[in-house]
Nanobody, 120 residues
Framework: QVQLVESGGGLVQAGGSLRLSCAVS????????VYWYRQAPGKQRELVAT???????NYADSVKGRFTISKDDARNMVFLQMHGLNAEDTAVYYC??????????????WGQGTQVTVSS
């Protein structure tokens, strides 16, 4: 069974920082890409950051220079360090991976999300 469990969200003042964590199980983590998405109220879900098996990272233009994604293969965890937060960063943040699973199945594996609220 694939599980992605996010944590670390909360309420922070504008200009502050948060570190989100995603604990992953049930996939071949070392060879899997992992993504962070976010969805603000009334808006479509958007891709925030990605990291692949080679630890190559990509970021949305809106978060470049402020957010950093990292992957800990020893602990099967992915992190999103966020600095310089502003009101536009308020959203539910989701962890996602396409796999593969231990049985080499690819799919859409999502976490339940963690709320980030930035107060101005």
């Amino acid at each position: 069974q694939v599980q992605l469990v996010e944590s670390g969200g909360g309420l922070v003042q504008a200009g502050g920082s948060l570190r989100l964590s995603c604990a992953v199980s049930g996939i071949r983590f070392k060879i899997s890409a992992v993504y962070w998405y976010r969805q603000a109220p009334g808006k479509q879900r958007e891709l925030v950051a990605t990291i692949n098996s080679g630890l190559v990272t990509n970021y949305a233009d809106s978060v470049k220079g402020r957010f950093t994604i990292s992957k800990d293969d020893a602990r099967n965890m992915v992190f999103l360090q966020m600095h310089g937060l502003n009101a536009e960063d308020t959203a539910v943040y989701y962890c996602y991976s396409p796999g593969p699973t231990q049985s080499w199945t690819y799919g859409d594996y999502w976490g339940q999300g963690t709320q980030v609220t930035v107060s101005s």
